[in-house]
């Protein structure tokens, strides 16, 4: 019998997850001809959104789509000027409900820090409708007991509001309620007493990683370990663990993690991930020391299936754009029509500009790319990737002003996206092989010509003195 029981764990163990068909349906005649993105996050360390469907309305305004999942998935769609946010349960159909059509506004697109409005969308999933019934009570009782809470640290009131929590709802069993639940209570004590990150960390440990990629484990895990790799390098104690940083140590880090956060297993790697990632972009490291400890055994060879692919994320996001990385092509319309990559040119350096025409910084901007392509025009290629805006005035200002350069249309912000593009105008200088020299070079007025020439007089001395040994 033993033998038996044992033959069928192993064989279950061995076992693919099976994988369901969801089907989502909408139907609002408002949004007839639209597309909607619902994505999910990749990681809780990068928080890149990575698409899991389309939602695709017909003329009629009715909207279906399939998407095949092993388990409850959380999923999330920026539409307008929302973020609508659902739990799909696999295998079940799920009708949702749309708001009001509200499109952003040209302040709002202009914007590099817009935040969508989040809500959870009216749905008949279970879990999606327990979670949104807690959050709306959690913000009633936080924003009523506002002062008690966070200014007066009552106990009595927080216990009171957690005691309502906890049996004033209908709170299913499900395993992500629950969780929600767990750490939305765990953020709101931390926020509350002010609490120190070890005195937190412990619940991470008791969170399966099924649940990393949801919006309650992102929230708490960013409150208490965001830049927290720079903030414990300055404690008193923290020059050991600066000095294992800099000999790429990485057996040191996981000592700190354990000993500091009592953590271990794969929620120590996590939390790894996250302290090298904000330090990479602190500042406070040098980045070739970051890059060595993620690509270091511990990491990028965990036990962890789980920890291996966030290690392999980290990595491809931080090494992305770096100098001498490769840049992706770009591969656009021109503003006649015809279709250009960005790397044809072999024989020039390329200064690559993301703008947008209807910004009026963007246009004195562009203006002064005249005077660096008369300039450089011998070694340096402008290429423009724009904004799409209103076509015709678009052309109208580009001939009268007689700006110069491959003038490219991102017809669906497809390469804005793909680089990360916040704000315009944003500008790279690339080399001939379309490899990144300034990830962050300086627009046209504020001393790109200074930038480049000064780096142009570098590289042609290079070349001529290579030249005559």
């Known amino acids: 019998m033993k033998k038996l029981l044992l033959l069928l764990f192993l064989f279950s163990f061995l076992l693919p997850r099976i994988i369901f ?35 695709a309305f017909n003329n ?23 973020r609508g946010m659902i739990f799909l349960e696999a295998d079940k159909t799920i009708d949702i409900e749309l708001p009001p059509v509200r499109e952003k506004s040209f302040a709002d697109q202009k914007n590099p820090f817009f935040e969508p409005v989040a809500f959870w ?48 709802l209908k709170t299913p069993q499900n395993e992500i309620f629950q969780l929600h639940k767990k750490l939305k209570i765990k953020t709101l004590e931390a926020d509350v007493f002010r609490l120190q990150t070890e005195d937190v960390s412990p619940v991470l440990s008791t969170i399966p990683y099924t649940y ?11 409150k208490i370990f965001n830049n927290k790799l720079s903030f414990d390098v300055k404690e008193i104690k923290g020059a050991k663990l600066k000095e ?40 406070d490291f040098a980045k070739s020391s970051i890059l060595t400890l993620l690509q270091s055994n511990k990491l990028s060879q965990s036990n962890s299936t789980t920890i291996r692919e966030i290690t392999q994320i980290v990595i491809e996001k931080l090494k992305f754009l770096l100098p001498g990385s490769p840049a992706p092509v770009i591969c656009l319309l021109d503003i006649d029509g015809n279709k250009q990559c960005s790397d044809q040119n072999k024989e020039k350096f390329k200064y690559l500009v993301f703008a947008d025409t209807e ?3 963007c246009r004195e901007q562009l203006k002064y790319l005249i005077d660096i392509n008369q300039q450089f025009q011998k070694y340096l290629e402008i290429i423009l990737v724009m904004r799409k805006t209103d076509l015709i005035e678009m052309k109208m200002f ?12 991102d017809e669906n912000g497809e390469y804005i996206n793909k680089y990360h593009v916040r704000s315009f105008p944003t500008c790279l200088l690339l080399d001939k092989n379309h490899h990144v020299i300034f990830s962050q070079a300086k627009a046209p007025l504020d001393g790109f010509q200074q930038q480049f020439g000064t780096f142009l007089r570098n590289e042609l001395f290079e070349r001529q003195r290579n030249q005559s040994r």
């Not at 001809?33 to 469907?53: E, I």
């Not at 399939?66 to 998935?73: D, G, L």
């Not at 008949?124 to 002062?147: G, M």
């Open 21 to 55: 068909a969801t089907v989502i349906k909408a139907d609002d005649a408002n949004y007839a001809g639209q597309t909607l993105r619902f994505s999910v996050y990749t990681d809780p360390v990068t928080k890149q959104a990575s698409q899991l469907f389309l939602l």
């Open 359 to 361: 910004m009026l910084v």
């Open 398 to 409: 580009l001939d009268k002003n007689k700006i110069p350069g491959v003038q490219l249309i």
């Open 244 to 283: 294992a940083i800099a000999q790429k140590n990485i057996s040191l880090l996981f000592t700190h993690i354990k000993t500091i956060y009592k953590l271990e297993g794969e929620t120590a790697e996590l939390v790894a991930l996250k302290m090298l990632y904000d330090g990479f972009y602190s500042g």
């Open 212 to 222: 990393w990629k949801t919006p309650a484990f992102i929230e708490l895990f960013e």
């Open 60 to 82: 009629a305004g009715k909207g279906t789509a399939n998407v095949n999942i092993s388990e409850a998935t959380f999923a999330f769609c920026d539409f307008g000027i929302y």
């Open 121 to 168: 969308f009216n749905s008949n999933s279970e879990t999606t409708k327990a979670v949104a019934d807690f959050d709306v009570k959690f913000n009633q009782l936080t924003n009523k007991y506002l002062n008690q809470l966070f200014y007066q640290q009552s106990k009595s009131v927080y216990d009171s509001v957690v005691l309502i929590l906890n049996s004033g």
